[in-house]
């Protein structure tokens, strides 16, 4: 079995080694956060459209439909019945309201959970995550020696 860098597990690897593993994984880790957040923006993006697509479907059985549809539903429901014309052209309206509720109906559902979606949140809190345990992590504590002993004191900041 060997590391990532094709050394042995256990062997000393130097200093240089570690640091090379470390950034290659690190780029490894952030295109993989990318590439994460793209599907899900993605997926999202899809919900969304067919939602629009729902609402824009409504909108056009509303329009189109209503003449042709009232007018042939009016004159069958005044041919099956002997009721007055304008209590039939108000039926055939009223089923044409239904249809168009019901589809809206339907883009609101799928509207509703593309609002849902989580997905770049996810991916912005796992880099978050990331970058806190990055900024947490300690150097090996040395401290150079100077030719008469003395030890300098050096401020680090945190950012």
């Known amino acids: ?38 599907a899900q923006l993605k997926r999202d993006v899809k919900r969304g459209a067919a939602g629009g697509g729902a609402f824009a479907a409504a909108g056009a059985v509303l329009i189109f439909s209503l003449p042709m549809l009232s007018f042939a539903l009016a004159y069958g429901i005044r041919t099956w019945t002997d009721w007055n014309l304008a209590v039939c052209f108000l039926l055939s309206f009223a089923a ?12 609101v559902v799928f509207a509703k959970k593309a609002k849902k979606g989580k997905g770049p949140q996810k991916v912005a809190a796992s880099m978050k995550e990331s970058a806190g ?12 020696q100077y030719a008469d002993g003395a030890v300098e004191a050096v401020a680090r900041s945190s950012s």
């Open 1 to 38: 079995m060997s590391a990532p860098d094709g050394s042995p597990v256990g062997a000393e690897r130097s200093i240089g080694q570690l640091f090379a593993s470390a950034t290659t994984e690190m780029s490894a880790l952030v295109h993989d956060e990318i590439a994460l957040a793209k």
């Open 133 to 144: 345990v990055l900024q947490n992590a300690k150097p090996h504590p040395r401290q150079p």
């Open 96 to 107: 044409n309201v239904l249809v168009a509720g019901v589809l809206a109906l339907i883009g």
